[in-house]
């Protein structure tokens, strides 16, 4: 395994369709090899390079899948294993990367007792302090998404529990951590907007059915979603069409956090000029229903897009037409409504195919 990714890297340093072969999990990634008998002290592991691959610190168990703590019974996503973090512990692994790369990692986390929980991701110099109090999923489980610049060709990726329970074994389960390369999308002239469709973002992993969280963007500027920024206090979810239904091609947003997640980006415009926004709004499939709005910003100027869901796929086009005012326009959508489905988790209107376009004759498209 280890010898295909370092062939892959060094015949084909530049190639986009080699390097891909590496998105995925990391190297035990899934925590599925796991420590000697001799390590362990019932969960807990006691030796620093106990679980293969991984460099641990603090205290770290070793759980399996259907362990019981208290009344509740602890799965796993991925596989049969997973790690948990007590206070101040961390896991790290060091991985081999193509420096100046933006990469994006994905992983899986549940809470198990903890009320105010954070998880503290980082790759040197880059770190993230995600909050993680909002369960968005309704199994337990939410993956989450953060991207880095890599400033050396090897990568020191730490996840650490930065909290202080009373109870040290309160705090997460870590599984399924992978990495995936992030290619910056170009303008073209067929959108001013970078990465319209969002197809360029985190690796989703195969065996989930919950998409991935793009945490709001308060501390990092390499968003895992290119071109796009999270703004405000909640998440926003990257869904696929392997789970979701999704309005073109394979990848697009769910605004799961109503007004409290929006996403933003900052197009060069030219005032005086008219402008169309199109887009695409629509429902995952995932049984959330009702009546939706979605909000979509130019500027000053606003189009709000109601959409009726019946929980089971299908979109709809708008466009807001609008004249800049300024240099620059920022472009953003939110969903007005909280919705939850069927299975209590947040869900909410899908958004996709976003286009900004300079209109070249605009009276005689009116
Ligand atoms: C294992 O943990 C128990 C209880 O925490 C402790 O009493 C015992 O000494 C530990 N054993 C080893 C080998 O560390
Ligand atoms: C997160 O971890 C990084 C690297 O260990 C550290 O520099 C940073 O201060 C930490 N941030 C917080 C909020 O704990
Ligand atoms: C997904 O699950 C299948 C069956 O459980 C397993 O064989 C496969 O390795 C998993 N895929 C990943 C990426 O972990
Ligand atoms: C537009 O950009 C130019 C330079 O790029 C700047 O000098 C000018 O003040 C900007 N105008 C507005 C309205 O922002």
């Known amino acids: 395994m280890r010898g295909v990714i370092l062939l892959s890297v060094l015949l084909c340093?530049?190639?986009?369709?080699?390097?891909?072969?590496?998105?995925?999990?990391?190297?035990?990634?899934?925590?599925?090899?796991?420590?000697?008998?001799?390590?362990?002290?019932?969960?807990?592991?006691?030796?620093?390079?106990?679980?293969?691959?991984?460099?641990?610190?603090?205290?770290?168990?070793?759980?399996?899948?259907?362990?019981?703590?208290?009344?509740?019974?602890?799965?796993?996503?991925?596989?049969?294993?997973?790690?948990?973090?007590?206070?101040?512990?961390?896991?790290?692994?060091?991985?081999?990367?193509?420096?100046?790369?933006?990469?994006?990692?994905?992983?899986?986390?549940?809470?198990?007792?903890?009320?105010?929980?954070?998880?503290?991701?980082?790759?040197?110099?880059?770190?993230?302090?995600?909050?993680?109090?909002?369960?968005?999923?309704?199994?337990?489980?939410?993956?989450?998404?953060?991207?880095?610049?890599?400033?050396?060709?090897?990568?020191?990726?730490?996840?650490?529990?930065?909290?202080?329970?009373?109870?040290?074994?309160?705090?997460?389960?870590?599984?399924?951590?992978?990495?995936?390369?992030?290619?910056?999308?170009?303008?073209?002239?067929?959108?001013?907007?970078?990465?319209?469709?969002?197809?360029?973002?985190?690796?989703?992993?195969?065996?989930?059915?919950?998409?991935?969280l793009i945490p709001p963007n308060i501390e990092d500027d390499h968003s895992p979603l290119p071109g796009w920024m999270v703004e405000s206090l909640k998440a926003v979810k990257y869904i696929d069409s392997d789970h979701f239904s999704v309005p073109q091609d394979k990848r697009a947003i769910e605004l799961v956090a109503g007004k409290e997640s929006a996403i933003a980006q900052i197009a060069r415009t030219t005032p005086g000029k008219t402008y169309t926004l199109s887009f695409a709004v629509g429902d995952a499939n995932n049984a959330c229903q009702g009546s939706m709005v979605v909000e979509a910003f130019a500027g000053k100027d606003t189009l709000k897009v109601p959409y009726e869901s019946k929980g089971k796929g299908g979109f709809k086009r708008a466009v807001l037409r609008f004249v800049a005012v300024s240099n620059r326009t920022r472009v953003m959508f939110l969903s007005t409504f909280y919705t939850m489905n069927d299975f209590s988790s947040l869900c909410g209107p899908v958004i996709d195919d976003v286009k900004l376009l300079s209109v070249k004759n605009p009276r005689r498209m009116m």
């Open 13 to 212: 340093a530049t190639c986009h369709i080699a390097f891909s072969i590496r998105d995925g999990l990391v190297p035990n990634g899934d925590f599925e090899l796991g420590p000697k008998p001799s390590d362990m002290n019932g969960t807990k592991v006691l030796n620093r390079y106990a679980v293969p691959r991984w460099e641990i610190s603090g205290f770290v168990e070793y759980i399996k899948s259907g362990q019981k703590q208290g009344d509740m019974l602890l799965v796993v996503p991925e596989g049969a294993f997973a790690v948990r973090l007590g206070n101040e512990a961390s896991v790290k692994q060091r991985i081999k990367v193509i420096k100046g790369t933006y990469y994006s990692i994905s992983f899986s986390y549940a809470r198990t007792c903890a009320q105010e929980e954070s998880l503290n991701i980082s790759v040197a110099p880059d770190s993230g302090l995600l909050p993680l109090q909002t369960l968005y999923s309704s199994n337990g489980w939410d993956s989450y998404a953060w991207a880095f610049q890599a400033e050396y060709d090897y990568a020191e990726i730490v996840l650490h529990n930065p909290g202080v329970e009373e109870d040290p074994a309160c705090g997460p389960l870590i599984d399924s951590v992978a990495i995936r390369g992030l290619y910056p999308p170009r303008l073209s002239n067929k959108n001013i907007l970078k990465n319209g469709g969002f197809e360029e973002g985190p690796y989703i992993f195969p065996n989930t059915s919950w998409g991935v």
